[in-house]
T-cell receptor, first 111, second 115 residues
Framework: QKEVEQDPGPLSVPEGAIVSLNCTYSNSAFQYFMWYRQYSRKGPELLMYTYSSGNKEDGRFTAQVDKSSKYISLFIRDSQPSDSATYLCATASGSARQLTFGSGTQLTVLP | GAVVSQHPSRVICKSGTSVKIECRSLDFQATTMFWYRQFPKKSLMLMATSNEGSKATYEQGVEKDKFLINHASLTLSTLTVTSAHPEDSSFYIC???????????FGPGTRLTVL
């Protein structure tokens, strides 16, 4: 079993839709949770960074962490074609130095 | 946000040659940098941790004599793929830790194609 599981998609939604991206993890020691966005042929870009359980909101993006069920989510409201990318979840136990990545979900927002 | 650059962005080389990839943190100092490898539609695979002024730490299964890492300054780490073969063709991405925020920032990646 992989430490971090993520549905690879692909996922296609119409512009303006609410997008839900999810990951599950198995290691209860993970305390730090991140979402990265990666455009084609580019490096990952940090979108959201949360510590422990709870919600964090930044503009159209909301990250949720439920440590009891080992489930992390990223919601994108009012999705735009420019949101089309691969979204990677990542977790860490002690700090951001040793990240464990999900396999990434490829998202396409259709105009 | 913090900026990490990589050079070159793309390189094509013949089998048997060596290729050097540079990773620079442009607006912060990084004692720790990482090198990842990414295959198409796959996630990032950590290859090694690069520490300024000391030897790199390689992940299991990564050949240290094939993937030479040098972290000579607080803003520069290099990855040299020695005697490259077609199976080394991949997307190589570096990242750097910004200490003040304990956050990892990624470079734009280098696409290596070995003919």
């Amino acid at each position: 079993q992989k430490e971090v599981e993520q549905d690879p998609g692909p996922l296609s939604v119409p512009e303006g839709a609410i997008v839900s991206l999810n990951c599950t993890y198995s290691n209860s020691a993970f305390q730090y949770f991140m979402w990265y966005r990666q455009y084609s042929r580019k490096g990952p870009e940090l979108l959201m960074y949360t510590y422990s359980s709870g919600n964090k909101e930044d503009g159209r993006f909301t990250a949720q962490v439920d440590k009891s069920s080992k489930y992390i989510s990223l919601f994108i409201r009012d999705s735009q074609p420019s949101d089309s990318a691969t979204y990677l979840c990542a977790t860490a136990s002690g700090s951001a130095r040793q990240l464990t990545f999900g396999s990434g979900t490829q998202l396409t927002v259709l105009p | 946000g913090a900026v990490v650059s990589q050079h070159p962005s793309r390189v094509i080389c013949k089998s048997g040659t060596s290729v050097k990839i540079e990773c620079r943190s442009l607006d912060f100092q990084a004692t720790t940098m990482f090198w990842y490898r990414q295959f198409p539609k796959k996630s990032l695979m950590l290859m090694a941790t690069s520490n300024e002024g000391s030897k790199a730490t390689y992940e299991q299964g990564v050949e240290k004599d094939k993937f030479l890492i040098n972290h000579a300054s607080l803003t520069l780490s290099t990855l040299t793929v020695t005697s490259a073969h077609p199976e080394d063709s991949s997307f190589y991405i570096c990242s750097a830790i910004r200490e003040v925020s304990d956050t990892q920032y990624f470079g734009p990646g280098t696409r290596l194609t070995v003919l």
